[in-house]
């Protein structure tokens, strides 16, 4: 039996600011569906050259209150990075708030701006431990 990994979907409360945030991550949309009958938006979003590996935001037009407010249920979303500082320091420069801190060299932890928790891990081995990372505290959970 065979099996395909397809993607992986978000529901958003704010399609815009969190199509933002994964072009910050540097993931491009690949393609997007809008359902005037369904009344939702579907974008599908992809790091370059790697468009089998989709995140699929899910928009619904007249809100969602059931969205939690705490997502940790969800797991989190992994992406393996060049440079772990240098991608920390865009996504903070962009304000973004650093919850776990990459202090390895190794691994950190944002949240989307729908709470979702992303995983970042260092390509290869893990960077020379370096400030501000090494001292900066975790933030919140992720």
């Given amino acids: 039996m065979q099996i ?3 993607h992986t979907m978000l ?12 072009e910050l991550l540097g993931l491009k949309e690949t393609r997007r ?6 009344r939702f938006t ?13 995140v699929e935001l899910t ?15 969800f797991g989190h979303l992994a992406y393996e990075v060049e440079d772990i500082y240098a991608m920390c ?8 708030e650093i919850n776990r801190p990459p202090r390895d060299g190794r691994m950190a932890f944002v949240r989307s701006p729908d709470n979702a928790s992303i995983e970042l891990l260092q390509m290869g081995e893990a960077l020379a431990p ?10 919140g959970h992720w």
């Fill in 4 to 6: 395909k990994y397809l």
């Fill in 89 to 96: 320091a865009h996504l903070q420069a962009n304000g973004v």
């Fill in 42 to 54: 579907l974008v599908f979003l992809a790091p370059p050259g790697q468009e089998d590996c989709p």
């Fill in 11 to 22: 529901r958003v409360a704010d399609l815009d600011r969190t199509i933002a945030f994964f």
């Fill in 59 to 73: 928009y619904n037009w007249d809100g969602d209150e059931g969205l939690p407010s705490d997502s940790r249920h």
């Fill in 130 to 139: 370096a400030e501000p990372w090494l001292s900066m505290p975790n933030t």
């Fill in 33 to 38: 569906t809008e359902s005037e009958a369904g």
